[in-house]
């Protein structure tokens, strides 16, 4: 596997009910975040959480972390059509060089019917 | 918007062209960077620039050859792509390089014939 792999590669659900991805990646991490992208467009950050963090809120989004399992989850509530989209996880890691650099997954493609 | 603009927003040349992508940020970042996305494939960062340096080449072939004049702006110049190479370009910035949000430009879409 990948350093961020995302399950399920697709999702269908129905307005209205919650949608959860998983992401798990191999080596440590500093942080890992949560990004959405509509299709053929950049990438939009939704919410870092560290790796001394277990969960982090923002609005309807909910993620954990569990560096035991170096696995992450986001869960959206109450999800709208406008959710639509594709989520990557991103996994923080330092480089040979002494900086860091984002590994990203290969995403989630949520879509969410009304 | 981002504040990550990116233009050509679409691009289609052949394999002996020359041709450049251009990336401005108006955030006051000073890391840019790189990426490819292909499809059913991870996002692949290619080049990673602090305060103008190079501080990332990720193993990207010669036939890309970015530039960053100065922390707003970055280029990637391609010469002889082959048509593997087509794929959306995304460029990013942010205000570091340690545990930074990354702001996405649009991209570009390449089309290498």
């Known amino acids: 596997s990948q350093q961020g792999e995302e399950d399920p590669q697709a999702l269908s659900i129905q307005e209205g009910e919650n949608a959860t991805m998983n992401c798990s990646y191999k080596t440590s991490i500093n942080n890992l975040q949560w990004y959405r992208q509509n299709s053929g467009r950049g990438l939009v950050h939704l919410i870092l959480i560290r790796s001394n963090e277990r969960e982090k809120h923002s609005g309807r989004l909910r993620v954990t972390l569990d560096t035991s399992k170096k696995s992450s989850s986001l869960l959206i509530t109450a999800s709208r059509a406008a959710d639509t989209a594709s989520y990557f996880c991103?996994?923080?890691?330092?480089?040979?060089?002494?900086?860091?650099?984002?590994?990203f997954g290969t995403g989630t493609r949520l879509k969410v019917l009304a | 918007e981002t504040g990550v603009t990116q233009t050509p927003r679409h691009l289609v040349m052949g394999m002996t062209n020359k041709k450049s992508l251009k990336c401005e940020q108006h955030?006051?970042?000073?890391?840019m960077y790189w990426y490819k996305q292909s499809a059913k494939k991870p996002l692949e960062l290619m080049f990673v620039y602090n305060f103008k340096e190079q501080t990332e080449n990720n193993s990207v072939p010669s036939r890309f050859s970015p530039e960053c004049p100065n922390s707003s702006h970055l280029f990637l110049h391609l010469h002889t792509l082959q048509p593997e190479d087509s794929a959306l370009y995304l460029c990013?910035?942010?205000?570091?390089?340690?545990?930074?949000?990354?702001?996405f430009g649009p991209g570009t879409r390449l089309l290498v014939l």
């Open positions: 955030l006051g970042h000073n890391a």
């Open positions: 990013a910035s942010s205000r570091g390089s340690q545990e930074e949000t990354q702001y």
């Open positions: 991103a996994t923080e890691v330092g480089t040979t060089s002494g900086t860091y650099k984002y590994i």
